[in-house]
């Protein structure tokens, strides 16, 4: 290994994101949905009509929702977004969104921290019991990354996306934070 590559100023750190790295996210977000189109519900025609106050309230953090950045020499390379459900019945469950690492940094562990710190934010949220996330099914590198740390397929979504008349299949997952809670005993009938 290079002195380059041990520098610490070539050494990814890890943060959340706050307002003022919003500019910096808007050009993280295009490359990612430029660059792998299907790992993402959203297309780059879909964010183009976002306000500046919609990408301020995405980048956050909030209680309820927050993105972890990758920075290399003060540019943002990559992030996991993680925000809690909305919904009375599903506030429990927080999903992770927008998962990408700049080519420059795959296969060096960058997308295993940034997940393993959302992981973390997101144990540190009140009430939250599971996280969920989907994933292309033919990313099998990231689908191993998610098995190796505690998620569970729970099913695959065929035609889930479609991009240029092209389908692809998403596989869902989750990751529970606290205990399995046991079924319930079966009915008995009382006499």
């Avoid at 977004?81 to 795959?106: C, E, M, N, S």
């Avoid at 973390?120 to 949220?125: D, G, I, N, Y």
């Avoid at 990751?175 to 009382?190: C, E, I, K, S």
Wanted: with cysteine; hydrophobic share 45%.
């Amino acid at each position: 290994m290079s002195a380059q590559q041990r520098s610490p100023a070539h050494r990814p750190e890890y943060r959340l994101l706050n307002h003022a790295d919003v500019a910096a996210f808007r050009v993280l977000r295009a490359q990612m949905l430029a660059d792998s189109p299907e790992s993402f519900m959203s297309s780059l025609e879909d964010e183009s009509v976002l306000s500046e106050a919609d990408w301020s309230a995405r980048v956050g953090p909030t209680d309820d929702a927050l993105i972890i950045g990758a920075f290399v020499a003060g540019e943002l390379k990559g992030s996991a977004g993680v925000f809690r459900h909305r919904g009375k019945k599903a506030t429990h469950k927080a999903t992770i969104w927008g998962v990408y690492v700049h080519p420059d940094l795959r296969g060096k562990g960058a997308a295993r921290a940034l997940l393993a710190a959302a992981i973390a934010h997101t144990r540190e949220l009140a009430g939250i019991r599971q996280i969920t996330l989907n994933v292309t099914a033919s990313n099998t590198v990231a689908f191993q990354l998610y098995l190796s740390l505690g998620f569970q397929l729970c099913g695959e979504e065929p035609d889930s996306l479609c991009i240029d008349g092209k389908f692809y299949a998403d596989k869902h997952m989750f990751l529970r934070l606290v205990d399995a809670v046991p079924a319930p005993a079966p009915f008995q009938h009382q006499a």
